[in-house]
Structures are given as C-alpha cells and as structure tokens.
C-alpha cells in the first residue's frame, strides 16, 4: 500500500483497528516507554518512534502493520516512513486516547494489569 497521488495516507478509523486487532492484525505502538507503562493495548508491540529506523528488521515487508500512538500524529510520521521504505502500513486514526474512548481493552506496564 502506497500513500496517495494527493499525499493522503492509508488509515483506518478506531473502530476499524480494535476489529482488525482482536481477529489477529499486528499493531505496533510507537509510543515511548512510559506512555506505553501508563496503558496500551493488550495485543499491541512496542516501538518507540525514536528507535524504529533501528528496529526495522523486526517488521516483515510481507505483513501489514496498524501504526499506533498517543492521538494520532507519531503514527501518521513512522506510517509515511515506513511505506516509503517498502513496509505496508496503516495510520490509526485517533491513537490510543480514541482506542480507550472506543471502549478498546487497555493494560498497564509490563504485567499486562487491565485498566478501565
């Protein structure tokens, strides 16, 4: 997936990534770590936005990956990136305050402790 003649990048609502989440889709949190601590999706991986170009080799090119931050403006950054460097990547609209807000399922820290 290429971003747009019109320079739009592929995104998908919250709605739409808390589906695709919970029947399997990868989502990579580009958080930094103590956003991550505070609360993040269960099903999410993190990689911080700051050491993404070193981590690329953890991404497949052959896999699509939902791109997700604080509300939406890292994820549409490290999205543009990663599909110019060959990576099929979708922007989530709204980041984890619109997942939270959307009723998304939400953990703390590492332990994976559940938040409401």
Same mark, same amino acid.
């Given at each position: 997936m290429a971003v747009a003649a019109d $320079? #739009?990048?592929? @995104? #998908?609502t919250i709605e739409e990534a808390i589906a695709r989440v919970t029947t399997g889709a990868r989502i990579i949190d580009v958080r930094e770590? @103590?956003?991550w601590d505070d609360l993040h999706a269960p099903q999410a991986e993190l990689l911080p936005m700051s050491a993404i170009g070193d981590r690329l080799d953890e991404l497949s090119s052959e896999e699509q990956v939902l791109i997700i931050c604080h509300s939406g403006g890292r994820s549409a950054r490290v999205t543009a990136s990663l599909i110019h460097? $060959?990576?099929d990547a979708v922007n989530v609209e709204g980041g984890m305050l619109a997942w939270r807000a959307a !009723? !998304?399922?939400v953990v703390a820290g590492a332990s994976g402790e559940q938040r409401d």
């Open positions: $320079g #739009v990048l592929p @995104s #998908v770590q @103590s956003e460097a $060959g990576y !009723g !998304g399922v």
